[in-house]
């Protein structure tokens, strides 16, 4: 609060004196502490009021809810009122039902067990035959449901909010509230009304011309279809016909006019509405796809990129809710490639919010196999998006780039993203590096070039290569026989060109050429001897999950060369009594395999791996997850 010193205003004749002073009184106060001086005051005179509620008529009563509320609101723990709050409810003057609906709106919370105590009392507000504040009362009394209504609210007077929406004499207003309230309770228990018999007669309020009332009805038909659209069969129909009412005949007053857009929220529900149904047969619904194709000509013709930002905003939320229908109602040769064009230009411009948008959109249409080589065309334009500022923006590239990539483009695009991965920030690296992987895998025309790529990819980002990409590199290549070789000099003389090798690249070297050191050995500098001196100089710098991978690659390189067994023994001996569980284990069994007695059961133990079986890749999994 801002301290000031004000002389207490003059107060109309109507005013509540009292509350108006108190009031000023805390706007007066110049410390917190006088202020909490105050406060104390006034509860402990309100408290003393409310001990003799006989002595009290309904202007005070509602006096002094109004300061518990002032106090409520100005952050104060207010733990009484609460039961004349539920006592001006019950009032038949407007002012203090008004009152009392708010003080339990905003006192009470949903649950709270002295909410029991006012649903008779709106109940008969609901049903009220007042003659000056009928419609007063049930707005009242739907606010309040609206606000703290849960599932006992919506088992007792479910079926009064129905009949108020649907009666012949319900005026705009009313009606209104009606529908958001039996919104809000038809969440909170689906069986407070069945859908599908009203469907029709809730239909039939689209015939309405006041856009507010429209605009409620389609949100508590959204409300429905979201659980099921059993009996709401005609709503198409009746969606495209508001539709065209509003967009194309224009039929509609100056008052629902945001921004020169006739009511934007109603034209983004009615879109959505369509999402929820099967697309329109182009056979059958043939007059009908062709009114919505002419609304969705019109969104895409009239929207325009401005100075003005919250027509911005407007403008591009139908046009995006426009282009869900256009991906929704599937292949339309003529919206399609207009909706890829204009999404191009939204892409390059410099408002933040709009690229965002564009780019998650143009994901969307990407799966579109219609839209695939439209969307190719601005491939520099998202790929210069994955050097945005913005790391939000970054994202929704690297995703567009994801599901354009294919086997046309997939060399091109993982170069691409490749270098970018150099660059990249930290937050970005981990999905960049399991998408770059499985693109690899997806679209790889020949083996060799898969290996390429994953160790670029392992040399570039290091450590944040993740276990399972190792491991299905090293499952491709045990199970493609042909591979093999490659693969083991390709590690090779990655761990020759590198000083200090990330350790999932140890790893790989370790277990290709433990595995593969036989098919190389007669190469020109690739001896086993070379092999294990490249190994073992890495060796000690490695994590200890590496080291005992390494330690399994010199034993079998000394069972295929005996020339190297008394130094993989060296080696074995020195770590006999390693900190690390795994690594001393290992150690101490490989030792016990190099005795005489041990030959048989050796050559078992260091037989070549078997081909893994075939599943589904664990990047992929890893990916969907996400």
Wanted: charged share 25%.
């Amino acid at each position: 609060l801002l301290a000031r010193s004000a002389p207490r205003p003059r107060l109309p004749a109507m005013a509540m004196r009292g509350l108006t002073i108190f009031i000023s009184d805390i706007r007066n106060c110049q410390t917190k502490e006088a202020e909490q001086k105050r406060i104390d005051k006034e509860m402990a005179n309100i408290r003393q009021k409310f001990s003799k509620p006989q002595d009290l008529n309904g202007y005070q009563r509602k006096k002094y809810v109004w300061k518990i509320l002032y106090m409520f609101m100005l952050g104060y723990d207010v733990d009484f009122g609460h039961m004349e709050s539920v006592g001006l409810i019950s009032s038949d003057k407007y002012s203090e039902k008004m009152v009392g609906y708010m003080a339990c709106s905003l006192l009470l919370r949903e649950g709270d067990e002295l909410l029991r105590l006012i649903i008779n009392s709106i109940k008969n507000d609901l049903n009220s035959q007042h003659k000056e504040h009928k419609d007063n009362f049930m707005c009242l009394a739907m606010g309040s449901i609206c606000t703290v209504g849960g599932r006992e609210f919506a088992e007792t007077l479910g079926g009064d909010v129905q009949r108020i929406l649907l009666h012949s004499m319900t005026k705009v207003l009313v009606r209104k509230k009606a529908a958001l309230t039996l919104l809000r309770l038809y969440r909170k228990n689906q069986e407070c009304c069945n859908p599908a018999e009203i469907a029709d007669r809730v239909l039939a309020l689209l015939d309405e011309t006041n856009l507010g009332l429209l605009t409620s009805v389609v949100s508590l038909i959204l409300g429905f279809l979201a659980y099921d659209t059993e009996g709401w069969e005609l709503t198409p129909q009746r969606a495209v016909a508001l539709l065209t009412r509003v967009i194309i005949n224009k039929e509609y007053s100056n008052d629902y006019l945001y921004y020169g857009i006739p009511s934007p929220w109603l034209q983004i529900r009615l879109l959505r509405l369509l999402t929820f149904f099967p697309p329109l047969d182009p056979s059958r619904d043939r007059v009908l796809r062709d009114r919505l194709t002419t609304v969705l000509q019109r969104v895409i013709a009239t929207t325009e990129v401005t100075k003005n930002v919250n027509k911005n905003n407007a403008t591009h939320a139908v046009l995006f809710e426009a282009i869900h229908v256009i991906i929704h109602q599937g292949r339309s040769t003529e919206l399609l490639p207009q909706a890829v064009a204009l999404l191009g230009r939204f892409i390059s411009i410099r408002e933040s919010n709009i690229r965002y948008l564009g780019l998650e959109t143009m994901a969307r249409l990407s799966q579109h196999p219609d839209c695939a080589e439209d969307i190719k065309r601005h491939q520099p334009t998202i790929l210069f998006s994955l050097k945005d500022p913005d790391v939000s923006i970054r994202r929704r590239a690297l995703d567009l780039v994801y599901t354009m990539c294919d086997r046309r483009n997939c060399e091109a695009t993982i170069d691409e993203l490749l270098k970018y991965l150099a660059a990249a920030d930290r937050s970005l690296r981990e999905e960049l590096v399991l998408k770059i992987a499985i693109l690899a895998e997806r679209f790889a025309a020949d083996y060799k070039w898969y290996v390429h790529v994953v160790l670029q990819l392992i040399k570039v980002a290091g450590d944040q290569v993740g276990e399972e990409i190792w491991y299905r590199v090293v499952q491709i290549i045990t199970n493609e026989e042909s591979l093999q070789q490659y693969a083991a000099q390709t590690v090779f003389q990655a761990l020759l060109e590198d000083a200090r090798p990330p350790d999932n690249l140890l790893r790989i070297c370790a277990y290709l050429l433990g595995e593969f050191s036989h098919l190389v050995v007669d190469v020109r500098g690739m001896s086993s001897q070379a092999q294990f001196d490249q190994l073992y100089r890495h060796f000690k710098g490695a994590e200890p999950t590496t080291r005992a991978l390494i330690l399994s690659a010199f034993v079998k390189l000394a069972h295929i060369d005996e020339a190297l067994e008394e130094q993989v023994r060296r080696v074995l001996r020195a770590n006999l009594r390693h900190m690390d569980q795994e690594v001393q284990q290992r150690a101490v069994e490989y030792l016990a395999l190099s005795g005489a007695s041990m030959e048989e059961l050796k050559a078992a133990v260091l037989e070549m791996m078997p081909a893994f079986p075939e599943r589904e890749s664990a990047v992929l999994k890893r990916i969907k997850a996400r």
